[in-house]
């Protein structure tokens, strides 16, 4: 008898979170959603996302504020997505540090990426070496010249030590026999930019679209862009491989969620955010920046951040193996 009530009492505990969780995602959103962008204001990052999130929002008709979580190459504000509750309402947002640097790194040993559950790949975009418009360099090809003249000297902004721009740069000087001064300002592209403006700095390694707004203005312009195709932006840019460099690399966003979020409230946020990159609103706004919407859904991007991940971890163990960077 005791063990038959001990049955009913589990299947009603069963129905009741079944029917709860059901009714929540019914009732999915009720309340303001918070997306955290682990990278500074001001960003490429920082805009892409709050550019998407603000048309977003229409689609879901609630509130999706941005907060600016800074530090561990992405790892902090990270984290504090995969320590939220997993109702829908923490979001967040993942670049290439986030998925490859941190954990290659062993940065924090709590920090996985199982704690999450992936959405969405919105963007791709490659690097680039961004020059002052003052700056003596008509081409790589001077800045390559100049900086064999004077080893250690020219200055190269790049953002935090050990990151993917870090690594770019490294086999930027083994391509090329060269030898900067690489100078890290954490907390993504804002910090580059006031380097730039304030002449700390002459170049600049990240993408085009991190400083499209300077590149409009004219403080600044692309030297060269990490890719084997031209910006469809930036199309007086040209690409590493038509420098006759043999240098591919770049970063990405994807949109994440606690790993624990019910299935049904993570295809509500996946349907807003991809009407939201199909808007003529978004891609009007994109291509004055030089990203590259680049849509990856659900049922998709895991795998494939997998796979990037893992591909290059490997290329990195081999710059490793090579002494050309240490881990």
């Given at each position: 008898?005791?063990?038959r009530?001990i049955?009913?009492?589990?299947i009603?505990?069963?129905a009741?979170?079944?029917?709860?969780?059901?009714?929540?995602?019914?009732?999915?959103?009720?309340?303001?959603?918070?997306?955290?962008i682990?990278?500074?204001?001001?960003?490429?990052?920082?805009?892409?996302?709050?550019?998407?999130?603000?048309?977003?929002?229409?689609?879901?008709?609630?509130?999706?504020?941005?907060?600016?979580?800074?530090?561990?190459?992405?790892?902090?504000?990270?984290?504090?997505?995969?320590?939220?509750?997993?109702?829908?309402?923490?979001?967040?947002?993942?670049?290439?540090?986030?998925?490859?640097?941190?954990?290659?790194?062993?940065?924090?040993p709590t920090?996985?990426?199982?704690?999450?559950?992936?959405?969405?790949?919105?963007?791709?975009?490659p690097?680039?070496?961004?020059?002052?418009?003052?700056?003596?360099?008509?081409?790589?090809?001077?800045?390559?010249?100049?900086?064999?003249?004077?080893?250690?000297?020219?200055?190269?902004?790049?953002?935090?030590?050990?990151?993917?721009?870090?690594l770019?740069?490294?086999?930027?000087?083994?391509?090329?026999?060269?030898?900067?001064?690489?100078?890290?300002?954490?907390?993504?592209a804002?910090?580059?930019?006031?380097?730039?403006?304030s002449?700390?700095?002459?170049?600049?390694?990240?993408?085009?679209?991190?400083?499209?707004?300077?590149?409009?203005?004219?403080?600044?312009?692309?030297l060269?862009?990490?890719?084997?195709?031209?910006?469809?932006?930036?199309?007086d840019?040209?690409?590493a491989?038509?420098?006759?460099?043999?240098?591919?690399?770049?970063?990405?966003?994807v949109?994440?969620?606690?790993?624990?979020?019910?299935?049904?409230?993570?295809?509500k946020?996946?349907?807003a955010?991809?009407?939201?990159?199909?808007?003529?609103?978004?891609?009007?706004?994109?291509a004055?920046?030089?990203?590259?919407?680049?849509?990856?859904?659900?049922?998709?991007?895991?795998?494939?951040?997998?796979?990037?991940?893992?591909?290059?971890?490997?290329?990195?163990?081999?710059l490793?193996?090579?002494?050309v960077?240490?881990?």
């Amino acid at each position: 008898m005791i063990n038959r009530l001990i049955k009913i009492a589990a299947i009603g505990v069963l129905a009741a979170t079944a029917f709860s969780t059901s009714s929540f995602a019914a009732d999915y959103p009720n309340k303001d959603i918070r997306m955290i962008i682990p990278w500074g204001a001001g960003g490429g990052t920082d805009g892409i996302v709050r550019k998407l999130s603000t048309i977003a929002e229409k689609e879901l008709g609630t509130s999706i504020y941005a907060e600016n979580i800074e530090g561990g190459v992405s790892a902090t504000g990270v984290l504090e997505v995969m320590k939220a509750r997993p109702d829908g309402y923490t979001l967040g947002s993942l670049t290439y540090d986030s998925v490859v640097t941190v954990p290659w790194q062993g940065l924090l040993p709590t920090y996985k990426l199982d704690k999450l559950k992936l959405i969405a790949r919105v963007t791709s975009e490659p690097d680039a070496l961004i020059i002052a418009s003052d700056a003596p360099y008509k081409s790589v090809a001077d800045l390559v010249k100049a900086a064999k003249e004077n080893p250690g000297k020219i200055k190269i902004a790049i953002q935090n030590t050990g990151s993917r721009l870090h690594l770019a740069m490294l086999q930027f000087e083994k391509l090329t026999g060269t030898d900067f001064k690489l100078i890290a300002y954490p907390g993504g592209a804002a910090p580059q930019k006031e380097a730039i403006l304030s002449k700390e700095v002459q170049v600049a390694a990240t993408s085009l679209g991190d400083f499209s707004s300077l590149i409009e203005s004219g403080d600044v312009k692309g030297l060269v862009e990490f890719s084997d195709s031209r910006n469809p932006t930036y199309k007086d840019v040209p690409t590493a491989k038509e420098e006759g460099i043999d240098l591919q690399i770049g970063s990405f966003i994807v949109l994440a969620a606690p790993a624990k979020t019910p299935d049904d409230v993570v295809a509500k946020i996946e349907a807003a955010y991809k009407a939201a990159l199909d808007s003529d609103e978004f891609q009007t706004w994109v291509a004055k920046v030089g990203v590259a919407p680049n849509w990856l859904g659900t049922a998709d991007v895991t795998n494939w951040a997998n796979d990037t991940k893992e591909t290059l971890f490997k290329q990195m163990q081999t710059l490793v193996d090579q002494g050309v960077i240490k881990k």
